[in-house]
């Protein structure tokens, strides 16, 4: 996998959702058999992982934030069901006991049956059209064979592969995503997932090479306000992760190499951490060995720092130059340590 540094990426596939393993594809129902919409949902579902007392928990996807919405137990025999209704079609997503892989799966008032894998995507799913679709799609990324540009083209009235660009929209450099999302029907105008991209696109526009790394709300482990501008006269990398965060986790020894070999060359590092909990946030830093200064995001992806600088992913890295201007995104490792040294 390559290594990226950037306001998208840093270095490894960043935390959003917790990643699953497809289910095989021969248990795909057919267009022939799904289920007409109507106004309510009924969600039938089996699945062969069920301790005692386990329970599913459905949750709502929207605005990037999953909202638990109904759970229910699950019997002797691993059965379960939902029964409500959903104002506008949406990505929603099965979890047991509330924790771990998340099974999603579009809904829109139409009947669902569903049979999981242990490894927590579906074995067999039948539904509306439109849910199938999804469920197309969402194999194909859980493999790695989603190639949304081609997609996109070929399907630029689908609402299910508008979520899949918003989602994966930390893939692509900012020119790439703003023509992807330009192939999009109009009438795809009013989706809410892309809403939500498009507000994440203006926002990029302002904070591109070239352009002054704006303020943010930032405190430190004691309280403190933190600023940008007190790192003024050296080139900074600003690091927004999370202790819970595995991929970030996994980016920590290359970050500390990297300050090793260049904090007395010009380079500071500020952290900028999503984390809720203060004692998990520094826990991390003393175990992963962070020595440069710390910063906490109160509001994790609400937060004045997370939508100033339209985080999609974690880890995430933007780098400064001495004079607080954006200097590079989406570089190799080796091209970065290039521009620290000029």
Not at 96 to 118: F, K, Q, W
Not at 193 to 218: C, F, N, R, S, T
Not at 287 to 314: F, H, M, N
Request: with cysteine.
């Amino acid at each position: 996998m390559k290594k990226l540094i950037s306001l998208l990426a840093l270095g490894l596939i960043g935390c959003q959702n917790t990643q699953q393993q497809a289910g095989t594809a021969s248990t795909a129902p057919s267009a022939s058999s799904s289920y007409e919409i109507g106004d309510h949902y009924v969600i039938e579902g089996t699945t062969p992982v069920y301790p005692e007392g386990a329970r599913i928990f459905l949750y709502r996807y929207k605005d990037r934030i999953y909202t638990p919405v109904d759970s229910t137990a699950i019997d002797k025999d691993g059965h379960f069901r939902f029964e409500g209704r959903t104002d506008e079609p949406l990505v929603y997503a099965l979890r047991l006991n509330g924790s771990g892989t998340r099974a999603h799966l579009y809904l829109d008032n139409s009947p669902v049956e569903l049979i999981l894998n242990p490894n927590w995507s579906f074995e067999y799913f039948r539904s509306s059209d439109a849910a199938q679709v999804f469920e197309r799609y969402n194999r194909m990324a859980m493999n790695n064979a989603l190639e949304l540009p081609k997609e996109i083209k070929e399907a630029p009235t689908s609402p299910q592969i508008a979520y899949f660009l918003a989602r994966h929209a930390y893939k692509y450099d900012y020119p790439t995503l703003v023509e992807l999302r330009k192939i999009l029907d109009p009438a795809l105008d009013n989706n809410p997932y892309l809403k939500e991209l498009d507000a994440a696109i203006a926002q990029l526009a302002k904070i591109q090479p070239g352009a002054e790394a704006p303020e943010v709300e930032l405190v430190d482990a004691q309280g403190k306000k933190v600023s940008l501008k007190d790192f003024r006269g050296k080139k900074l990398l600003i690091d927004f992760w999370a202790s819970w965060c595995p991929d970030c986790r996994k980016a920590s020894p290359e970050l500390v190499a990297l300050y090793k070999e260049y904090k007395d060359k010009g380079l500071e590092i500020l952290s900028i951490s999503l984390d809720e909990d203060l004692e998990a946030w520094q826990a991390a830093i003393r175990k992963d060995q962070y020595t440069w200064p710390q910063a906490l995001a109160k509001g994790v992806w609400k937060s004045d720092a997370a939508q100033t600088y339209a985080l999609r992913w974690i880890p995430t890295s933007i780098l400064l130059d001495k004079d607080g201007k954006i200097l590079a995104r989406t570089i190799h490792v080796d091209e970065l340590k290039k521009l620290i040294s000029e």
